[in-house]
């Protein structure tokens, strides 16, 4: 697994992913073979490519390997991903525009090309509010920060900053908090912390409210994505904020 500025990439074996519900936008795609979706809005989809939207319940079933790209939604990347998928129907993405070339070359590429495959070398902008908001999240995730404390701080109201979370991010500010620690327990784990640390360091109450967490978002255990050999390689050891990848 990957961590970078905006994204988190998995290469590897399916691992029988329980039914769970992302806090960020996910493109699934079937390196060896086909998988099935199973999802209230869609039933029973069998696809090589899917992006599948956050707070959205599902299970995926798969056998051998699969490439999943989880798209910060504070990031431009996840519009951009959207607007690749030839197919929109009950609010997941079908059929990328480039799924022949991910299926052919994700495995052998570095995550960088995988993303510019996967979203396209240019982004749409974010509002820079909104950009401003997901690096304070992502620069303390532990900091028990409010709605009301985060919208003075980008100069909205409350109710229009979550309003434009939610439009522009894709997800609301709460999950989006939750990524934010998730991804800080990913940078402290490469770093070599043990997991009940990095989850407490990163703002979980405890072991087992992080161990629940990972499991609601991912469908499985961290303790099981490690222990099935999984390695976190951190892309950039600083995890640029997403203003700052925003403004190159």
């Known amino acids: 697994m990957w961590l970078g500025a905006g994204h988190a990439l998995y290469l590897g074996p399916s691992l029988r992913l329980d039914r769970h519900s992302g806090s960020v936008a996910c493109l699934a795609v079937g390196l060896d073979t086909p998988f099935t979706v199973h999802a209230d809005a869609i039933g029973a989809r069998t696809v090589r490519t899917v992006l599948v939207p956050p707070r959205t319940p599902h299970r995926i079933v798969a056998d051998g390997r699969m490439l999943f790209c989880y798209l910060d939604s504070g990031s431009p990347r996840a519009a951009a991903c959207r607007d690749r998928m030839l197919e929109q129907t009950g609010g997941f993405g079908f059929d990328h525009v480039e799924e022949t070339t991910l299926i052919r070359r994700a495995a052998d590429s570095a995550p960088a090309a995988v993303l510019d495959l996967a979203c396209g070398?240019?982004?749409?902008?974010?509002?820079?509010?909104?950009?401003?908001?997901?690096?304070?999240?992502?620069?303390?995730?532990?900091?028990?920060?409010?709605?009301?404390?985060?919208?003075?701080?980008?100069?909205?109201?409350?109710?229009?900053?979550?309003?434009?979370?939610?439009?522009?991010?894709?997800?609301?500010?709460?999950?989006?908090?939750?990524?934010?620690?998730?991804?800080?327990?990913?940078?402290?784990?490469?770093?070599?912390?043990?997991?009940?640390?990095?989850?407490?360091?990163?703002?979980?109450?405890?072991?087992?409210?992080?161990?629940?967490?990972?499991?609601?978002?991912?469908?499985?255990?961290?303790?099981?994505?490690?222990?099935?050999?999984?390695?976190?390689?951190?892309?950039?050891?600083?995890?640029?904020?997403?203003?700052e990848e925003t403004a190159r």
């Open 121 to 243: 070398a240019r982004t749409p902008d974010i509002d820079p509010r909104i950009a401003t908001a997901t690096a304070i999240l992502c620069a303390d995730p532990a900091a028990a920060i409010s709605a009301d404390q985060l919208a003075a701080a980008v100069h909205l109201s409350k109710s229009r900053l979550l309003h434009l979370f939610s439009a522009q991010a894709g997800t609301t500010f709460r999950r989006y908090r939750v990524w934010a620690r998730m991804l800080a327990v990913g940078r402290a784990v490469a770093d070599g912390a043990d997991l009940t640390t990095a989850a407490a360091n990163a703002g979980f109450a405890s072991p087992s409210h992080f161990s629940d967490t990972f499991h609601a978002m991912f469908g499985l255990t961290a303790a099981d994505l490690l222990g099935a050999g999984a390695r976190i390689i951190v892309d950039d050891p600083g995890l640029l904020l997403p203003q």
